[in-house]
């Protein structure tokens, strides 16, 4: 059986993790590593069970603490060229990925990893580069898209093949517009290359995804620009208006900044 947990989804850090039996795969290290240690055993999991480390881009709160999970696990690091680049560029990531930890990922090529087969796709971000992560183990497709300025054909086609959806939403257009932010920065969130509002969320679920999906979390929520209730409230509309019921036809979720979601069994 497939299991997820995400043990922080928002500026401050954004980490999850996919795992089987005999398998385990975590997708951005913006979490420390004492912290996962302690979100590990409250689980009743051991860092061990990680054997393959997944990075969307290179902004500090995916990647800040990559090189020492990296480093203390002997994980390999996937990403692209350009992502590893911008690591080793990152004053934030004080422990650079070893070398020969370091393994190169091509959007639309599959990938298989243990249990896992893993295809990355383009997501446009203001990163050196950013891709999302399309998932199967055990039967069943898992789908990442954090970070998203906009969605694109590409991102689409897979989230119509996904069961199971974490999708950005990260801002309600008005609370970002009427507050403290400097325009550039309100300018740069609201780009095509800056992240989901949470409208935008609605829509791209709403608007292609299949029959199949079966349960989707909204992610890396803004601190100062939404709030939770708000999130699951406007996508939980943007759904009913295309005739879709949230806890009905699809179970909807919001992924906590700062605190472990819990395990879900995806089946």
């Known amino acids: 059986m497939?299991?997820?947990?995400?043990?922080?989804?928002?500026?401050?850090?954004?980490?999850?993790?996919?795992?089987?039996?005999?398998?385990?795969?975590?997708?951005?290290?913006?979490?420390?590593?004492?912290?996962?240690?302690?979100?590990?055993?409250?689980?009743?999991?051991?860092?061990?069970?990680?054997?393959?480390?997944?990075?969307?881009?290179?902004?500090?709160?995916?990647?800040?603490?990559?090189?020492?999970?990296?480093h203390d696990l002997h994980l390999p690091v996937y990403a692209t060229e350009e992502v590893h680049q911008g690591i080793d560029r990152n004053y934030c990531v004080t422990r650079k990925v070893d070398p020969i930890d370091r393994h190169f990922v091509i959007a639309g090529e599959t990938i298989s990893m243990g249990d896992f087969i893993m295809t990355p796709f383009s997501v446009p971000h203001d990163s050196s580069d950013n891709v999302g992560y399309m998932i199967e183990a055990d039967g069943v497709s898992f789908c990442i898209i954090t970070d998203a300025g906009r969605i694109t054909e590409e991102m689409a086609q897979y989230i119509s093949k996904a069961n199971y959806l974490v999708i950005e939403a990260n801002h309600d257009r008005e609370m970002l517009m009427a507050g403290p932010y400097p325009a550039h920065l309100k300018e740069r969130i609201s780009s095509g290359t800056g992240h989901l509002s949470n409208n935008a969320c609605g829509e791209a679920i709403a608007q292609h995804m299949s029959e199949d999906l079966r349960h989707v979390w909204l992610c890396h929520l803004s601190e100062e620009n939404n709030h939770p209730e708000l999130a699951r409230k406007t996508v939980e509309a943007t759904l009913r208006s295309y005739g879709i019921i949230a806890g009905k036809d699809i179970q909807l979720d919001v992924l906590k900044r700062t605190v472990p979601t819990g395990i879900f069994e995806l089946v």
């Open 2 to 70: 497939l299991r997820f947990i995400s043990f922080g989804s928002g500026s401050s850090g954004n980490c999850y993790f996919l795992y089987t039996d005999s398998d385990g795969l975590m997708i951005d290290a913006g979490v420390g590593v004492r912290t996962l240690k302690k979100h590990f055993r409250d689980y009743g999991l051991n860092l061990t069970q990680v054997h393959h480390l997944l990075i969307t881009h290179d902004h500090a709160d995916h990647i800040k603490c990559v090189g020492s999970i990296s």
